[in-house]
C-alpha cells in the first residue's frame, strides 16, 4: 500500500469516526498536553528530554491509541515527575497527578475501539461513571496519603495501601465489572 493510499484510508475512518472516538482522543490530547506543560512550568522544572519526546509520544498515542505509544508517554511524564518533582504536596503536582490520570483513562477507552467504529452514546457514559469517579477519588486518596504520611501515624503504609485498594474496588465495581464474570 503507497503513502497516498494509506493517507486515504485514514481519512476514511477518520470521516467514519463517531463522537466517543472525537471525545476520548480529545481528552487524551488534552490531558497530555496538561501533563506536558504544568511540570514545565514549576519551579522544579523537568529533564530537557522531557517535553520533547513527551510531545512526540502524545501525538503518537492520540492517533494511534491502540499502540504502545500511550504507555511510553505515560511512563516519559511520570518517569520525570519522579526523577524531578519535590517531595511536597503542591498544586501542580495534584494537576499533573491528575491529568495523567485522565491521559490513562482516554487512553485506555480510546484504545479499546478501532478509529472508524460507530461507537453509541451509552458506550461512552459507561466509559464516563469509572473516569469521574478516579478523577474524584484520586485527589481525595492522595490528599488523606500525604496527611496520614506527614502525621507520622504508625501503619500509615497499610491505610495507604487500603486506601487505594478502596478507590480501585469503587472504580471496577463502577465500571459494571463483578468477581464472577472470569
Known amino acids: 500500500m503507497s503513502g497516498a493510499e494509506k ?9 467514519a ?3 466517543a472516538t472525537f471525545v476520548a482522543r480529545g481528552a487524551l490530547a488534552a490531558a497530555g498536553a496538561v501533563a506536558l506543560v504544568v511540570p514545565g512550568l514549576q519551579s522544579w522544572d523537568q529533564m530537557d528530554l522531557v517535553p520533547i519526546l513527551g510531545a512526540f509520544l502524545l501525538v ?4 494511534l491509541p491502540d499502540s504502545a505509544a500511550p504507555l511510553c508517554f505515560l511512563v516519559v511524564v ?4 519522579l526523577f524531578r518533582a519535590t517531595g511536597d504536596l503542591t498544586l501542580g503536582l495534584v494537576i499533573t497527578g491528575i491529568a495523567v490520570l485522565v491521559a490513562h ?5 480510546a484504545g479499546q475501539i478501532p478509529s472508524y467504529a460507530r461507537v453509541s452514546r451509552s458506550a ?5 461513571l469509572p473516569a469521574t469517579i478516579a478523577l474524584l477519588l484520586g485527589p481525595i486518596v492522595a490528599i ?3 496527611g496520614v504520611r506527614g502525621a507520622a501515624v504508625p501503619g500509615s503504609l497499610l491505610v495507604t495501601v487500603a486506601a487505594l485498594a478502596a478507590a480501585t474496588a469503587a472504580i471496577w465495581f463502577a465500571a459494571g465489572q463483578s468477581l464472577g464474570d472470569r
Open 7 to 15: 493517507i486515504t484510508l485514514w481519512l476514511a475512518q477518520l470521516r
Open 17 to 19: 469516526s463517531g463522537t
Open 60 to 63: 503518537i498515542s492520540v492517533l
Open 78 to 81: 511520570t518517569a520525570g515527575w
Open 105 to 109: 483513562l482516554a487512553a485506555a477507552f
Open 124 to 128: 461512552l457514559r459507561r466509559w464516563l
Open 144 to 146: 488523606a496519603a500525604a
